[in-house]
Every structure is written in C-alpha cells, then in structure tokens.
C-alpha cells in the first residue's frame, strides 16, 4: 500500500468516526428509535380498535365487549385481552384458555408467557418478557357517564357512543404501570389523568386509541383537553 492509499484508508477511518460521533449527540441515549417505536405502539392500538370493533360487529345485537370475562357470580375472571384474541389472529391462543376459571388458576396462568406482540410495548422489552402489557381500557369509574366498556350488567351498543366513536377513548398506553396481559386490570379516567406527568421518555407523547379504530398522539396535554375524551356519553367534545 503507497502513501496515497495510506492517506485515503486514514481519511475513511476520521470520516466514519465524525459520523458516529454526530450521531451520538443528535441522538443520545437511544431517542433516535423513539419515532420507530412510537409508530410500533400506535399500530399495535390500532390492530386493538379494529378487533374490538370486529367483536361487536359481529354480535348479533351489537352489544359493545366487556372488560372482563365474569363467573356465574360476576366476578372478573378474565381480561378483555383475552377476549379479543379471536379478532386479532390468535384463536389458537385463545381455545387455550378455560375461560371458566381465573387469569392465576394452574390452567391459564402457563398462558401468561405467550402474550402476542400486539400487547407488548416498544419502550419496554422487560416488561413484555414478564407478559405484561401497557395496553389497557378505560374502565368506568362510577359516575354518570358511561365509558368505551360496559359495567357489570350494562348492554353497551354503539347508539350508547354519543360523542362519537372517534371523539371516545378506547384503549390507552400506561407505561407507568404495566399489567399481566391476560389479569383484569385497567384504568380509570381520574386514574390515567394522574399519568400525565410522565409519557414516553422526554417527549410527554401519550397515545391513546379509540372506538373507530383510531390512535391519536398528544405532546404534554392538559387534563382539560384528555378528560372528555374518556366517556362515551359526557356531552362533552374535545376541540
């Protein structure tokens, strides 16, 4: 190899070397995949809205899903989770379950392992090896108003959605608190308000999915502006 040779490996090597280096402060402890994963998480709520409005499209009375499968005694056995399995590709899965016996009993809880990707989160791949998910409903809180899903004893159709079924948050994204996918945990609206101050990384990015299959992405919102979008019924609209 001659000087000139020696001279252009040289000047390739400083050159890969600034590349690194610039990328490194443009994109410091790992923000340069936050859009990628992002975008995972969004389409993951979005194969979410379309199962669950799968589900009740093809109930013959057009009943909205609950968000647990209840005993004969009504209490919660099962998530909603596990429910939609059929919807989003998973009936194999989903015949796996006694759907007669809790998320912790000896035949279901072996199931907890194989939670499907559509329920894992990007930003936390510990969480998603312990079959926990970030995904969680909108539960209803006790009051007045009626969320996505139906109370224990309640017929939700969509005639109940009279914000709109793009205006009603469905399913939202709570990193702070990851639930077994398979156990019925969600949240409440005064619950999830109390997230706001945390988000995705730096950013304060909340994703939220909602009844017509819809995900909508809010930077550092103010209660006032995510509170009516958590009922169904309130009369109320966000602009």
């Not at 994963?37 to 109930?59: C, E, H, P, V, Y």
């Not at 007045?144 to 109940?160: H, I, M, S, V």
């Not at 909340?206 to 009922?231: K, M, N």
Request: with cysteine; net charge negative; aromatic share 10%.
């Amino acid at each position: 190899m001659n000087v000139g040779d020696w001279k252009i490996l040289w000047r390739t090597i400083g050159f890969v070397v600034m590349l690194v280096v610039c990328g490194g402060l443009l994109f410091p402890s790992g923000h340069g995949r936050e859009p990628a994963r992002r975008a995972d998480a969004m389409n993951n709520l979005k194969q979410i809205g379309f199962a669950f409005s799968s589900k009740w499209n093809t109930d013959p009375y057009a009943r909205i899903p609950p968000v647990a499968i209840l005993d004969e005694k009504g209490q919660p056995l099962l998530s909603w989770r596990v429910l939609l399995l059929p919807h989003l590709g998973e009936r194999e899965l989903f015949e796996q379950f006694d759907l007669t016996k809790p998320w912790d009993s000896p035949e279901n809880l072996p199931l907890v392992q194989k939670m499907p990707g559509v329920f894992a989160s990007p930003f936390s791949r510990d969480a998603a090896k312990q079959g926990k998910t970030p995904c969680k409903a909108i539960a209803n809180d006790n009051t007045p108003w009626n969320t996505a899903w139906p109370t224990q004893g309640e017929k939700l159709t969509f005639r109940d959605f009279k914000d709109g079924m793009s205006n009603t948050a469905l399913v939202v994204e709570d990193l702070t608190d990851p639930v077994i996918w398979t156990k019925p945990e969600d949240i409440n609206p005064t619950e999830y308000l109390k997230t706001l101050d945390h988000g995705q990384w730096v950013s304060k990015t909340f994703l939220i999915g909602f009844a017509d299959g819809s995900v909508r992405v809010f930077v550092d919102p103010t209660e006032e502006e995510i509170l009516p979008l958590l009922y169904a019924d309130d009369g109320k609209v966000a602009e």
